[in-house]
């Protein structure tokens, strides 16, 4: 007996579509369908995405620390993936839209979810109306987040690859679970510290979907010979962050987001200086 077969060809389960199809079909290459996906660049994906959830799910239970790490922690997976993928040369059309998805859980939805619950929803014991404000707060950041990642997603290629326009997801939820964090490590109470998280987190969503650029880093190539002692950076920058976790990440992204407007209005200035010399 024959084993059976397809009698249409042309019929794919879901879990057999081939992200490459459409990236063969863009440059005008005929051939062979192969199904499936790569497999390493996508399981890192993954487990920035299971940091993402995991913060969400210690949020609701209380456990904030572990919650603000987890967010942290998913800011390593997410810059792991795409350098592996490269490395690799694994890089396709799923992992860029899957690695999307993952950013939108662990840098949109996470941070303001940690952030609700360990600050903003006791609002609601000063009356129904700052209930809703506080969780008004949290969805602007997340709305903002998915706003970011859209338009990165379709200016790909368009704009100067030196600077991102808006504050990087990453970046921003690096200063949310950072304040978290701090917060947590100081034995402050989130309620206490409303007013301040509440400008932290509604602030960074408006950085995200501003016009500001950020330098990226993406000039720097770490492919290449570096001098010798361009290796002590990485153990100093070690050493740093061991010192105090919560104080030197938060400190860093919190520049990192201030660096923006600060290089805007020094660019006004000169060019402000230009027309009127």
């Given at each position: 007996m024959h084993a059976p077969t397809n009698s249409d060809p042309d019929v794919e389960t879901e879990v057999g579509i081939d992200e490459q199809v459409n990236e063969a079909a863009e440059v005008g290459v005929e051939g062979p369908r192969r199904r499936g996906i790569y497999l390493l660049p996508n399981l890192i994906t993954t487990a920035g995405l299971f940091a993402g959830f995991y913060a969400i799910v210690a949020a609701i239970v209380g456990h904030f620390e572990p919650a603000a790490v987890a967010v942290f922690v998913?800011?390593?997976?997410?810059g792991l993936d795409g350098r592996i993928a490269r490395l690799t040369h694994t890089e396709s059309a799923f992992g860029k839209e899957y690695d999307s998805l993952s950013d939108m859980v662990s840098f949109g939805l996470a941070p303001a979810l940690v952030m609700y619950e360990w600050s903003f929803k006791d609002m609601i014991?000063?009356?129904?109306?700052?209930g809703k404000i506080g969780w008004l707060?949290?969805?602007?950041?997340?709305?903002?987040?998915a706003l970011r990642l859209a338009r990165f997603n379709v200016?790909?290629?368009v704009v100067d690859k030196r600077y991102f326009q808006g504050l990087p997801?990453?970046?921003?939820?690096?200063i949310v679970a950072g304040a978290v964090w701090l917060g947590t490590e100081l034995a402050i109470p989130g309620p206490a510290l409303v007013i301040p998280a509440y400008v932290i987190t509604?602030?960074?969503?408006?950085?995200?979907?501003?016009?500001?650029?950020?330098?990226?880093?993406?000039?720097l190539h770490l492919y290449g010979r570096?001098?010798?002692?361009m290796l002590l950076i990485v153990p100093i920058a070690i050493i740093v962050i061991s010192l105090s976790p919560p104080?030197?990440?938060?400190v860093t992204f919190f520049l990192y987001a201030c660096s923006g407007p600060l290089m805007a209005l020094w660019r006004l200035r000169r060019r402000f200086a230009q027309r009127h010399a």
């Open positions: 998913a800011m390593i997976f997410d014991n000063f009356g129904w109306a700052w707060g949290a969805f602007i950041y997340a709305i903002a987040a200016r790909t290629g997801s990453p970046a921003a939820a690096g509604v602030g960074a969503g408006a950085l995200m979907v501003s016009s500001i650029g950020y330098y990226s880093f993406k000039d570096v001098p010798f002692t104080w030197v990440l938060f």
